[in-house]
Nanobody
Framework: QVQLVESGGGLVQPGGSLRLSCAASGSFFSLNAMGWYRQAPGKQRELVAFITPDGSTNYADSVKGRFTISGDNAKNTVYLQMNSLKPEDTAVYYC???????????????WGQGTQVTVSS
C-alpha cells in the first residue's frame, strides 16, 4: 500500500508565506504526476497545481505568480511554496499522487489527509 503524508499548513497573515510538503511512501512501480487540490468551506474542491516527473508544471489562474510547485524525485516528495497569501486562499489543501503498480498498468490516484491553511489577520 502507499501513503501520502502532508505537512506545513497553518495560520498566516495576508501577504505571508507557507510551504506545504507531501511525501509518498510504500511499494509501487512508478510515481507519475503529483499535485495539490484545495477545498474551502462550502466550495468544490479545485486543482491548485501539479507537476509531472519531467518537471512540467500547471497552475490554477488564481495562484499563478504566487505559488510554486516543485518536486524531489529521489525523495518522492512534492512541495507547494505559497507566497503573497490572500484570505481567499484559506482552505484544506490535499496532496495527490498518481501511481502505477506494474509496468503498463493503469494509474491509480491516492490522496493525502489534508492540511489546513488559514490566511487571516
Amino acid at each position: 500500500q502507499v501513503q501520502l503524508v502532508e505537512s506545513g499548513g497553518g495560520l498566516v497573515q495576508p501577504g505571508g508565506s507557507l510551504r506545504l510538503s507531501c511525501a509518498a511512501s510504500g511499494s509501487f512501480f512508478s510515481l507519475n504526476a503529483m499535485g495539490w487540490y484545495r477545498q474551502a468551506p462550502g466550495k468544490q474542491r479545485e486543482l491548485v497545481a501539479f507537476i509531472t516527473p519531467d518537471g512540467s508544471t500547471n497552475y490554477a489562474d488564481s495562484v499563478k505568480g504566487r505559488f510554486t510547485i516543485s518536486g524531489d524525485n529521489a525523495k518522492n516528495t512534492v512541495y507547494l511554496q505559497m507566497n503573497s497569501l490572500k484570505p481567499e486562499d484559506t482552505a484544506v489543501y490535499y496532496c495527490y499522487a498518481n501511481f502505477r503498480f506494474r509496468p503498463g498498468g493503469i494509474e491509480s490516484r491516492f490522496w493525502g489527509q489534508g492540511t489546513q491553511v488559514t490566511v487571516s489577520s
